[in-house]
């Protein structure tokens, strides 16, 4: 859990993808592939984002999971850069060790709590006043349509 208050610096860049919510996922290898139609449960699956395939479309649960991954990529959505100092285990109440990529984020602020998934990470190490300062930024995606 990440807490706002900690923040150094927050920076966001929007971006928006249309509200798909069907997709047809193909395998590409002759004999072997499989045709699947993916949609989001509880929609009409009538809006579809551009076909998928793939050699590894082999069998009808991988292409669920390929289909699922493209129709989560939709709505709303923004890249989050948070600068947070790099915290020294053991980490104290309130303290941030490093945040990896793929690692999911809560922040927590006076605005309620989101989550986002960290796409990359950047580390800056500078020395001032004979202190090492370790600083944290990363960019986490987050998404407003179909968001908690």
Same mark, same amino acid.
């Given at each position: 859990?990440?807490?706002?208050?900690?923040?150094?610096?927050?920076?966001?860049?929007?971006?928006?993808?249309?509200?798909?919510?069907?997709?047809?996922?193909?395998?590409?290898?002759?004999?072997?592939?499989?045709?699947?139609?993916?949609?989001?449960?509880?929609?009409?699956?009538?809006?579809?984002?551009?076909?998928?395939?793939?050699?590894?479309?082999?069998?009808?649960?991988?292409?669920?999971?390929? +289909?699922?991954?493209? $129709?989560?990529?939709?709505?709303?959505?923004?890249?989050?850069? $948070? !600068?947070?100092? $790099?915290?020294?285990?053991?980490?104290?109440? +309130?303290?941030?060790?490093?945040?990896?990529?793929?690692? $999911?984020?809560?922040?927590? +602020?006076?605005? +309620? !709590?989101?989550?986002?998934?960290?796409?990359?990470?950047?580390?800056?190490? !500078?020395?001032?006043?004979?202190?090492?300062?370790?600083?944290?930024?990363?960019?986490?995606?987050?998404?407003?349509?179909?968001?908690?």
């Amino acid at each position: 859990m990440l807490q706002e208050d900690i923040v150094l610096t927050e920076s966001l860049q929007m971006r928006s993808a249309p509200l798909y919510d069907a997709v047809v996922v193909t395998g590409e290898l002759a004999g072997k592939g499989v045709t699947c139609k993916v949609r989001r449960e509880g929609e009409a699956g009538q809006l579809f984002a551009p076909q998928v395939s793939s050699p590894l479309i082999n069998v009808a649960a991988a292409g669920a999971e390929r +289909g699922r991954n493209v $129709l989560s990529d939709r709505g709303e959505q923004a890249a989050v850069d $948070l !600068t947070v100092p $790099l915290f020294a285990k053991p980490l104290k109440p +309130g303290e941030v060790g490093v945040i990896m990529p793929l690692d $999911l984020v809560e922040v927590t +602020g006076s605005d +309620g !709590t989101w989550h986002g998934q960290c796409e990359s990470l950047r580390i800056e190490v !500078t020395v001032e006043q004979q202190a090492v300062v370790i600083e944290q930024t990363a960019t986490l995606e987050r998404h407003y349509t179909d968001a908690d």
